[in-house]
T-cell receptor
Framework: GAVVSQHPSWVICKSGTSVKIECRSLDFQATTMFWYRQFPKQSLMLMATSNEGSKATYEQGVEKDKFLINHASLTLSTLTVTSAHPEDSSFYIC??????????????FGNGTRLTVT | DQQVKQNSPSLSVQEGRISILNCDYTNSMFDYFLWYKKYPAEGPTFLISISSIKDKNEDGRFTVFLNKSAKHLSLHIVPSQPGDSAVYFCAVRGGADGLTFGKGTHLIIQP
């Protein structure tokens, strides 16, 4: 159980275009999902917390107008990278907590999306 | 300022021996600690966790130790197997917040 599916697994786009990444919880409902970003050989950095039915909470230094997050249902959150630039090229990973943060519980991660902006 | 530190970027261990991965944290308010395993171009996979009320948790070949006074935790893998070769991330969680990760340790199991 506790499967998180992320799509697409990789995408190449041209500079200035927008890219949407989907994150789905397949066998549980998630009021909260988390979006991470990983640069090569670096740690996973939390970008934002996606809240179902309300605005996302962004970490310091993350531009909310550039990284649009929509959490329209209890099983789907989307991250849209708007007006992408080469420096946005990275590995984006989403995660969700089947227990909704009520108890100490691990987050389960999707398989990530490799974004390359040319 | 890093809240979670994994000071060894890489570790090489012979197959069958014990692998010990270390992690230090700075904030004594963290109450839940986790280890994840990650392969390139994949999401992290949850391995084992421990809450602050315990000092040891064991699951098969994996044991996590927590030393709250030293703000230190470690992951022991014994015996180490070739399939254990991966990057291991230490992570902490406070309440319902997202995880804060260390920089990872690349474990290499030598045959």
């Amino acid at each position: 159980g506790a499967v998180v599916s992320q799509h697409p697994s990789w995408v190449i786009c041209k500079s200035g275009t927008s890219v949407k990444i989907e994150c789905r919880s397949l066998d549980f409902q998630a009021t909260t999902m988390f979006w991470y970003r990983q640069f090569p050989k670096q740690s996973l950095m939390l970008m934002a917390t996606s809240n179902e039915g309300s605005k996302a909470t962004y970490e310091q230094g993350v531009e909310k107008d550039k990284f649009l997050i929509n959490h329209a249902s209890l099983t789907l959150s989307t991250l849209t990278v708007t007006s992408a630039h080469p420096e946005d090229s990275s590995f984006y990973i989403c995660s969700a907590d089947p227990d909704g943060g009520l108890n100490n519980s691990p987050l389960h991660f999707g398989n990530g999306t490799r974004l390359t902006v040319t | 300022d890093q809240q979670v530190k994994q000071n060894s970027p890489s570790l090489s261990v012979q197959e069958g021996r014990i692998s010990i991965l270390n992690c230090d944290y700075t904030n004594s308010m963290f109450d839940y600690f986790l280890w994840y395993k990650k392969y390139p171009a994949e999401g992290p996979t949850f391995l084992i966790s421990i809450s602050s009320i315990k000092d040891k948790n064991e699951d098969g070949r994996f044991t996590v130790f927590l030393n709250k006074s030293a703000k230190h935790l470690s992951l022991h893998i014994v015996p180490s197997q070739p399939g254990d070769s991966a990057v291991y991330f230490c992570a902490v969680r406070g309440g319902a917040d997202g995880l804060t990760f260390g920089k990872g340790t690349h474990l290499i199991i030598q045959p």
